[in-house]
């Protein structure tokens, strides 16, 4: 089987990003497939299996070709259809040229995995003003209530843009993969059919710190508001005031930043909130700390730092909604927090803080439900199963050459 991969970033900067990565290395691994994978970079280059186009950097360029069609970027496309020759394209992230991807993919067998809720939601976050789960997606009843944080000018181009890559989505993609039960229902529910719930790949488990630090806990992610950073810092500082030795650690880079610095010096904090910056590897600091935190506001679609955590016995404080709640048993696997109040997260911290021992056990409890809950080899099965369906019930169109794909 002949499988050419698109992602809008073709390096390996995130959950999406590692997954995407992940997926190509097994599919490579099939002796009866050949794969070659297209996305955006810094720079452009093109390797035996890959081509990487440059990609837009500043917000205004991404905005505009997400509403533009690209004639060079479109012709590009093309030759990599015409001289490849997919069976199937597995679509991951298309925030890149958006129009200009569907449209010179449209006419083949594609799969589309939704790394988010970006078909679901105009921000990609799915709450409403008052921060709680729309429980629906996006209608027309519930339009302003997505706003959220953005100025309104700006968030009537993102629903535009949203409704523009909806029309787009449903005119090319014949199948869609959700990361978890959660997302796929929602798929199903705003009529992205078929939807299948493919969880995605574990890594390896291993064997638990023999020690731990019982009052540190790490944060890794981006450092961006729907991801709960401020609500986290918030909720440390009232955590240290009653016990000042805690240790927070914070591993990722994002928008948010450079204000969370500052939050942490007129906290008088910077002893106790570490910022990592970004991490290729962050099993080290797993390792180093009691528990994880994952303080998201935003729905997530999965959340593999929870799965890193787990995978070495660690237990989760997490937020309780979305994905959170399903990978979770509350007080067995890890703790769950209303993430609307700051003083429950502080207290959860404290609790694990602790009760050291309780904190063990729930990260061996979360090791041994992620062993039950993924398999890998399944996950592989299922997207390629997924591949033939289409390939048979959404062949090439018919007397359709590549160049004439449009």
């Not at 519930?142 to 629903?159: D, G, N, S, T």
């Not at 063990?360 to 399944?378: F, H, P, R, W």
Request: proline content about 8%; overall charge positive.
């Amino acid at each position: 089987m002949r499988i050419l991969l698109i992602t809008d970033n073709h390096t390996p900067t995130g959950g999406a990003e590692k997954t995407f990565f992940e997926l190509k290395a097994r599919l490579q691994a099939i002796p009866t497939n050949t794969v070659f994978s297209l996305g955006f970079g810094p720079q452009a280059m093109q390797t035996n299996d890959a081509l990487i186009l440059k990609q837009n950097r500043t917000k205004p360029a991404k905005l505009l070709w997400q509403c533009l069609f690209h004639l060079p970027t479109y012709l590009k496309i093309k030759h990599i259809l015409k001289t490849f020759k997919p069976d199937v394209i597995h679509l991951h992230n298309m925030k890149q040229y958006t129009p200009t991807v569907l449209r010179a993919i449209k006419g083949y067998p594609v799969v589309h995995t939704t790394h988010d809720f970006s078909l679901i939601c105009p921000t990609a976050q799915n709450i409403h003003r008052d921060l709680t789960p729309c429980k629906t997606g996006y209608t027309r009843e519930c339009a302003q209530a997505h706003q959220v944080k953005f100025k309104r000018p700006l968030y009537w181009v993102m629903l535009g843009l949203f409704l523009k890559r909806r029309q787009l989505a449903r005119a090319t993609i014949h199948a869609y993969l959700a990361p978890s039960p959660l997302l796929t229902h929602y798929l199903m529910n705003a009529g992205f059919t078929p939807a299948y719930p493919v969880l995605p790949f574990l890594p390896p488990t291993q064997p638990a710190s023999p020690s731990i630090h019982p009052e540190a806990f790490l944060f890794a992610g981006n450092l961006g508001d729907h991801k709960g950073c401020t609500l986290l810092l918030q909720a440390f500082a009232r955590a240290h005031a009653t016990q000042p030795t805690l240790m927070l650690y914070v591993a990722g880079q994002g928008p948010l930043e450079n204000s969370l610095k500052t939050f942490v010096t007129q906290s008088h904090l910077e002893k106790n909130v570490i910022f990592l910056g970004w991490q290729t590897n962050i099993t080290p600091w797993v390792q180093h700390c009691a528990a994880v935190i994952f303080p998201s506001i935003g729905l997530e679609s999965f959340g593999l730092v929870m799965t890193d955590a787990m995978s070495q016995a660690r237990p989760l404080i997490a937020s309780r909604r979305g994905t959170c709640e399903w990978l979770i048993d509350d007080g067995k696997t890890g703790l769950l927090f209303d993430p609307l109040t700051p003083d429950d997260l502080a207290q959860k911290i404290l609790y694990l803080a602790s009760h050291p021992e309780e904190a063990i056990a729930m990260g061996q409890a979360g090791q041994v439900k992620l062993d039950q809950m993924i398999d890998n080899e399944t996950a592989l099965t299922q997207t390629m199963a997924v591949y033939r369906e289409v390939m048979l019930k959404h062949p090439p169109q018919a007397n359709q050459t590549p160049e004439a794909a449009v």
